[in-house]
């Protein structure tokens, strides 16, 4: 799978107006608070994806690959991993 350029110029340009679905947007919120400060996160946020058709299993999916990928690029900036 590769990612559409279109989409991502799109998502870094104007992240509000990216063409994205309700459930992709959804998403992305979520991680991004996930990112940001996960102890802000909440039954609330929870629902809000179920509302948006991510049924539990999909929520721990979303919830353990954006949590690697927050360790693994914290581990790699602290070892100083593909600085120059």
């Given at each position: 799978m590769t990612l559409d350029p279109a989409l991502v110029a799109a998502l870094v340009e104007d992240y509000e107006h990216a063409p994205l679905t309700a459930a992709e947007r959804g998403m992305l919120d979520f991680v991004t608070q996930l990112t940001r400060d996960a102890t802000r996160l909440g039954?609330?946020?929870?629902?809000?994806?179920?509302?948006?058709?991510?049924?539990?299993?999909?929520?721990?999916?979303?919830?353990?690959?954006?949590?690697?990928?927050?360790?693994?690029?914290?581990?790699?900036?602290?070892?100083?991993v593909g600085r120059e």
């Open positions: 039954p609330p946020d929870l629902e809000r994806l179920r509302e948006l058709g991510f049924d539990d299993r999909g929520i721990l999916q979303i919830t353990l690959i954006a949590s690697w990928f927050n360790y693994i690029n914290r581990v790699a900036d602290a070892l100083g």
